[in-house]
C-alpha cells in the first residue's frame, strides 16, 4: 500500500469522492483502478481497495484475450500508455505487454495483503498461487506468504510450521470488516427526519392502519447494561400503536418481494417463499412457474405479476444455484437476498441502495465520529470496530459473477454495484432479516419485510406474528406467563409501542440472551429478562 503520511481524514475522503467520480469517465482503466484501490486503503477500507484491485486484475485478462470487454479495456490501456510515454503506440501487443509489466504486479501487491487482512485467506492463498506463477520474481511475494502464514497459525492455534500440509481448500476465507455509513454515501436518508417518517408512515398506513413509526429511545446493549449499571439509551426508529387496539386484533399484513432461498426453487415461491408444498390441499396453491425461463416457481398469479414487474426480467436464466457448506448456508441466504436486491434494482431502473425495500431499514453501523476515531497508517481498518462478516466470495467475486450472468457492465456500472455497495446492503440485510431452518436444522429461507422489521423486540411481547409467505401480526390474546410485579393487560392502548419477538420466547432467560444476542447486539435488557435474570442469581 502506497502510504501517505501527512494528509488529513478529510484530504482523502475529497480526494476519493474526485476518483470514485472520475471512474464514469474511466471505467476500463487497469491505472484508475489501482489508484482508486490504493485511496480506499489508505483511508482503513482493505475491503474496498480489494474490490477495485480485483477489477484491476480482471481487466489487465480483458486487455490480454478475446473477451467482452477487450476493445474497450486495450483503448484505455492505450490512454493509459500515451498519458505515461507521452505517444501512442500503434502495436496491440505492445500495450498489452506494458500493461501486464507495469499493472499486474501492483494488481496483487494490493489485492493479497488487503485479503489477508480482512480474513480471506483462502482467496488471498489462491491469488498468491496465481501470483507466484505469472511473477516468480516478485520479491515481495513471499513477506505475503508469511503474513498469511501467521494469520493461518493465529486461526489453526497453532504453532507448527508444516502449514503445507493443510488443504487451501480448507483455509479460512471468512473475516470482518467496517460495518459502516460511508462518508460518501448518499443514499442513506436521515431516519429521524419528519420527511422519511412521513414516507415509512404512509407504508405503514397500507399494511397496519392502525400502526404507525416513531422515534424511540432503546438501551445500548454492552458490558455495563448486561449488568444492569449504567445503561445508556440511544434514538432509533420503533412501531407505536395509533390507537387501542383489542386483544386477538389483526393489526400488520405485509408482503415482500426482498426474498432469498437456499433449496431447489421449486420447494418455495420465488416471490413470497410460501412453502409450496406444505399446505393442506384445500389451501394448495396453485403453482405457476416463469414461462422464460421455467426455473423458478410461485404460490398465485399475484407472485407471478409483482416477480414479472419488479425484478425477475433482470434475473430470468441467471441460475444462483451453488454448492454450499453446512456452516455456511447462513451467509449464501445473505446473498440471495443481495442478488434479489440488484434484481430489484435493474429491473426497476433504481440505485439498490435507494430501493423502498432498503432504503429505510437499520443497517446497525458503528456510529462512531471518524474524525475522533479514524487513526490512519496505523492498522489497515484505521482502527475501527470490525463488525460486519466479508469473505472474497461474498463481498466481492460472486456479486460481480451474478452482475455479469445478468448482462450488468460492472465496469460502467461502479456506481450501482460496487463493493461499498454490497457491504451496505449486507449491513442492512444482517440487521433486518428475518430467517426460517428447513426439517434438518438447516437455514432454508429468509426475507426483509421493511415494515415488520421497524418492530423492536421483547420477551413479553405484546403482539404475536406468524410468517407464511405474508408476515401476520396481531395483538396477544394471552401475555407471557412471568411472575411479573405489574400486572398488565393484553392490547395495546394508543401510543404504547409494539413489541414483537426476535427469539423463541418460551426458552429460559439465558437462552433466551443468547439467541437474541445476534440480532440485539448485546445481552437483552428487557423488563422480563433483567427480572428472570435477577430470580435466577438469587
Ligand atoms: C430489526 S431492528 C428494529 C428496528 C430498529 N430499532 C430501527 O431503528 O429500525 C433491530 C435493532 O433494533 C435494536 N433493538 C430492538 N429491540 C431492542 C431491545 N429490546 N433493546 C435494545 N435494542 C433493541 C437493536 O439495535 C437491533 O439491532
Redesign the pocket.
Known amino acids: 500500500m502506497v502510504p501517505i503520511s501527512s494528509d488529513t481524514l478529510h484530504e482523502r475522503l475529497e480526494g476519493l469522492a474526485k476518483l470514485q467520480a472520475g471512474t464514469l469517465d474511466n471505467p476500463y482503466s487497469i491505472k484508475h483502478r489501482l489508484v482508486l484501490a490504493n485511496a480506499y486503503g489508505n483511508l482503513g477500507y482493505p475491503d474496498l481497495a480489494a474490490g477495485d484491485a480485483y477489477k484491476a486484475l480482471l481487466l489487465i485478462d480483458e486487455c490480454a484475450e478475446e473477451g467482452e470487454f477487450h476493445v474497450e479495456a486495450l483503448e484505455a490501456a492505450n490512454k493509459d500508455y500515451r498519458e505515461e510515454k507521452g505517444s501512442p503506440c500503434e502495436d496491440a501487443v505492445q500495450v498489452v505487454l506494458w500493461a501486464q509489466s507495469v499493472w499486474l504486479g501492483s494488481a496483487y501487491e494490493i489485492l493479497i495483503p488487503c485479503l489477508i487482512q480482512c480474513g480471506s485467506l483462502r482467496s488471498a492463498a489462491g491469488f498468491l498461487k496465481r501470483a507466484s506463477r505469472s511473477l516468480p520474481d516478485k520479491a515481495t511475494l513471499a513477506s505475503y506468504r508469511e503474513a498469511l502464514n501467521l494469520k493461518l497459525r493465529l486461526h489453526l492455534n497453532s504453532q507448527e510450521d508444516d502449514l503445507d500440509s493443510i488443504s487451501i481448500e480448507d483455509y479460512p476465507d471468512k473475516g470482518s470488516v467496517r460495518r459502516e455509513l460511508y462518508p460518501w454515501n448518499h443514499h442513506e436518508p436521515d431516519?429521524f427526519s419528519s420527511e422519511a417518517l412521513q414516507i415509512l408512515n404512509d407504508e405503514m398506513e397500507r399494511v397496519a392502519p392502525k400502526l404507525e413509526v416513531r422515534v424511540?429511545e432503546?438501551?445500548?446493549?454492552n458490558e455495563a447494561s448486561s449488568q444492569g449499571t449504567d445503561v445508556a439509551y440511544?434514538k432509533?426508529?420503533?412501531?407505536f400503536a395509533k390507537e387501542d387496539i383489542s386483544p386477538g386484533e389483526e393489526i400488520l399484513t405485509e408482503k415482500s418481494l426482498l426474498t432469498g432461498i437456499s433449496r431447489l426453487h421449486d420447494f418455495y415461491c420465488d416471490a413470497c417463499s410460501i412453502s409450496l408444498s406444505s399446505t393442506s390441499d384445500d389451501q394448495q396453491p396453485t403453482t405457476l412457474s416463469c414461462e422464460e425461463c421455467e426455473e423458478v416457481f410461485f404460490c398465485s398469479q399475484e407472485c407471478h405479476d409483482l416477480a414479472q414487474d419488479n425484478y425477475h426480467p433482470s434475473l430470468c436464466g441467471v441460475v444462483t444455484e451453488q454448492k454450499v457448506r453446512a456452516s455456511e448456508v447462513a451467509d449464501v441466504l445473505y446473498t440471495r437476498l443481495l442478488v434479489r436486491a440488484m434484481g430489484l434494482a435493474e429491473t426497476q431502473g433504481v440505485h439498490p441502495l435507494d430501493l423502498k425495500e432498503v432504503r429505510?431499514?437499520?443497517g446497525?453501523y458503528h456510529g462512531l465520529d471518524l474524525t475522533e476515531r479514524c487513526k490512519l497508517d496505523s492498522d489497515p481498518f484505521a482502527s475501527v470496530p470490525q463488525t460486519l462478516p466479508f469473505s472474497f466470495e461474498a463481498n466481492i467475486l460472486r456479486p460481480l459473477h451474478i452482475l455479469e450472468k445478468m448482462d450488468v457492465n460492472i465496469y460502467e456500472q461502479s456506481h450501482r454495484y460496487d463493493t461499498w455497495i454490497f457491504n451496505t446492503l449486507y449491513a442492512k440485510f444482517r440487521?433486518?432479516a428475518s430467517g426460517r431452518q428447513g426439517l434438518d436444522g438447516r437455514p432454508e429461507i429468509c426475507a426483509v419485510h421493511p415494515m415488520w422489521?421497524?418492530?423492536?423486540?421483547?420477551c413479553d411481547p405484546n403482539v404475536a406474528w406468524e410468517w407464511n409467505g405474508t408476515i401476520r401480526f396481531w395483538a396477544r390474546e394471552q401475555l407471557v406467563d412471568y411472575e411479573r410485579q405489574v400486572p398488565r393487560r393484553p392490547g395495546l392502548k394508543k401510543g404504547e409501542e409494539m413489541?414483537s419477538h426476535?427469539c423463541d420466547i418460551r426458552l429460559p432467560v439465558q437462552e433466551r440472551r443468547e439467541w437474541a444476542s445476534g440480532?440485539?447486539?448485546?445481552l437483552?435488557?428487557?423488563p422480563r429478562c433483567v427480572w428472570e435474570d435477577d430470580q435466577r442469581k438469587d
Open positions: 431516519r424511540a432503546l438501551p445500548i446493549l440511544v432509533q426508529l420503533g412501531v429505510y431499514i437499520w446497525d440487521g433486518t422489521c421497524l418492530a423492536n423486540h421483547s413489541f426476535y440480532a440485539l447486539g448485546g437483552c435488557v428487557c
